[in-house]
Nanobody, 115 residues
Framework: QVHLVESGGGLVHPGGSLRLSCTAS????????INWYRQAPGKGREWVAR????????NYAESVVRRFAISRDDAKNTVYLQMDKLKPEDTGMYYC????????WGQGTQFTVSS
């Protein structure tokens, strides 16, 4: 059974940094592309970042490019999202995602950017 568990949320001031983690189980982690999505209060879920197998390629939404960095540690079945220069509009619930025969999602981790 596929499990994705996000962690690392909290409260951070504008301009601050935070690192989210997503630990996976139930599939061969190293062979799968992993995505981060987010959902701001009152808005739909939007894609944030993607990392391919082996970390050979990463992609980012325009709103986070040059501020966020996605990485993975296949030995730990974990993907990270390092977020710097945080803005209030980055506030929301963050989810990791893997697409197998269907999409799988974690429960999400919430953080708030506020002074």
């Amino acid at each position: 059974q596929v499990h994705l568990v996000e962690s690392g949320g909290g409260l951070v001031h504008p301009g601050g940094s935070l690192r989210l983690s997503c630990t996976a189980s139930g599939f061969t982690f190293s062979t799968k592309v992993i995505n981060w999505y987010r959902q701001a209060p009152g808005k739909g879920r939007e894609w944030v970042a993607r990392i391919t197998t082996g970390g050979s390629s990463t992609n980012y939404a325009e709103s986070v490019v040059r501020r966020f960095a996605i990485s993975r540690d296949d030995a730990k079945n974990t993907v990270y999202l390092q977020m710097d220069k945080l803005k209030p509009e980055d506030t929301g619930m963050y989810y990791c995602n893997v697409r197998l025969s269907e999409d799988h999602w974690g429960q999400g981790t919430q953080f708030t950017v506020s002074s």
